[in-house]
């Protein structure tokens, strides 16, 4: 049976699921201030070993950094649309663990990417409310192209000026 939550903890709970939905609906929107803002001021890790097929654990990032790299690939794309749902919020004082099912679409030249997963992340109460101290992707499937990354990266180098 679940826990019957407070009225504050219900507040709470809230705070931390749109803290975790503004990262991919601010990314698509390609407003990476915003992005940077759901991160800890001391940085957050990002791992995403589940796809790119390493073992090593990550290490802490910038939170400019992580946007300096989405900045990187995210524009590339004709359309990008992060949608997560089904979040399970674990509270525990001012720290508190999100897991939620991740649809990610990825549209480029008439070709999509879809990634499937789910997301676990964990966040700190600061002074200006709920942040991302750590982001895991966990991949469940993917349809269509997946090279679509690659060639997300290469239009926003070419754009840049940056050549191989």
Known sequence: MAKTLTPEQTAECA???????AVG???DQRD????????????????YRS???TGSEPAPQP????????RTVLPGYDLTRHVMSNHQVTLNG?????QSTIHATHLLDGEQWIFLGDYEHALEHTA???????MTANMRGEI??????????EKVAAANGQVD
């Open 15 to 21: 705070a931390i699921i749109s803290t975790v939905d």
């Open 25 to 27: 609906f601010y990314a």
């Open 32 to 47: 990476w201030d915003r992005v940077k803002d759901q991160f800890s001021p001391s940085g957050a890790i990002l791992d």
């Open 51 to 53: 796809m790119e097929g």
């Open 63 to 70: 939170r400019e950094d992580i946007v300096a790299a989405w």
């Open 94 to 98: 001012d720290s508190a663990i999100v």
């Open 128 to 134: 200006d409310g709920w942040k991302i101290t750590r």
């Open 144 to 153: 269509g192209n997946n090279d679509l990354s690659r060639l997300a990266t």
